[in-house]
């Protein structure tokens, strides 16, 4: 597999650090190592980064000028791409959905609202359940007009280029674990747009790693999540050379954790992110790695990995703590 072949362009912090969470590790009976993806650079770090290597390449490499991007309005994928846009001289148009529905003057204009305000780029807000597509296509078509070169990324990054970032983190952390001596038995991430979860597992497929991956799920019912990650993942692995080694048994999510909806938390949430930033100093965002601590966490106590060494894809997001200071006073 090379992935030199594909335009990137490099401004990740590589090799995120993958490290042993011994406090942590007792509270849930697991041994449990943390993959350190909220160390990436670029405004705060996140699993964006990695993905955006690959789509700032190729938008380079058509010679875009206006990276145009959607997502959720506390979205960690709108700052990293607007971050980037900056970094790289170029302007960065985002629509931002309220899928919640929350007019909390903090969720719509703290967190990352703030941040993406700050790096510069031009936003506007659409209600929940709006076709992000053809709004994306408006901007697109808007900047055209004025004579613009557009480059579109989808929410999350996630398409089949996008992914191949985290086909790169499979390989980084299977060197990891070598370089350890550590045999990982599972690798737990937050599956949502499935970028991250269907590079991880093409990844896996392709290089012969064959570390399970197991995707709790933040938004979409279980059948849906994993046809989704399937369906993008034999497309990433396709781009390798190899469709053919990625198979339906390799996608597996746990969508029994999203609670009331996409970016609504409750107790449970609000647990594991106590539970993670008083036993290793962590802290996780309540919209992706705070739900897949949530599921984690419930996993383990269930006796889900007893007896197995996991590791937890950290994909960042504590930038967006600070969209939900309601729901969080009080509980702390």
Not at 17 to 44: F, H, M, N, Q, Y
Not at 93 to 109: F, K, M
Not at 258 to 272: H, K, Q, S
């Amino acid at each position: 597999m090379n992935l030199a072949k594909f335009a990137r362009a490099r401004f990740a912090h590589l090799p995120t650090p993958l490290e042993p969470a011994p406090r942590l590790s007792a509270e849930l009976g697991v041994d449990l190592w943390i993959k350190r993806d909220d160390c990436t650079g670029l405004a705060g770090g996140g699993n964006k980064t990695r993905k955006l290597e690959f789509l700032l390449g190729e938008a380079l490499e058509q010679g875009a000028d206006t990276l145009i991007t959607q997502g959720a309005i506390q979205s960690n994928h709108v700052r990293q791409t607007a971050a980037a846009a900056a970094s790289f001289g170029m302007a960065c148009r985002v629509i931002l959905e309220n899928r919640t529905g929350s007019q909390a003057v903090d969720y719509v204009g703290n967190g990352n609202v703030l941040l993406d305000r700050l790096l510069g780029a031009e936003i506007r807000m659409v209600p929940a359940d709006t076709d992000m597509n053809a709004e994306l296509e408006k901007d697109a078509a808007a900047v055209r007009a004025a004579g613009g070169a557009p480059y579109v990324i989808p929410g999350g990054g996630s398409n089949p280029v996008g992914a191949l970032g985290y086909v790169d983190c499979a390989l980084e952390l299977a060197a990891q674990a070598n370089d350890e001596g550590l045999v990982i038995d599972r690798l737990v991430t937050a599956t949502g747009s499935a970028g991250t979860h269907a590079g991880l597992v093409a990844g896996m497929a392709v290089s012969g790693a064959d570390i399970p991956v197991l995707g709790i799920g933040v938004r979409a019912p279980k059948q849906k999540q994993e046809d989704n990650v399937f369906k993008l993942a034999v497309e990433t692995a396709a781009l390798l050379g190899h469709p053919e080694r990625v198979t339906r048994e390799m996608v597996v999510a746990d969508c029994d954790y999203v609670g009331a909806g996409y970016g609504l938390i409750d107790e449970a949430v609000i647990d594991a992110l106590k539970l993670a930033a008083r036993t290793e100093g962590l802290l996780l965002d309540p919209v992706y790695s705070g739900k897949a601590m949530k599921g984690l966490i419930a996993l383990s106590k269930q006796g889900a990995f007893e007896g197995q060494t996991v590791v937890f894809l950290h994909t960042g997001g504590a930038q967006g703590l600070f969209g939900y200071h309601g729901e969080l006073e009080g509980s702390l």
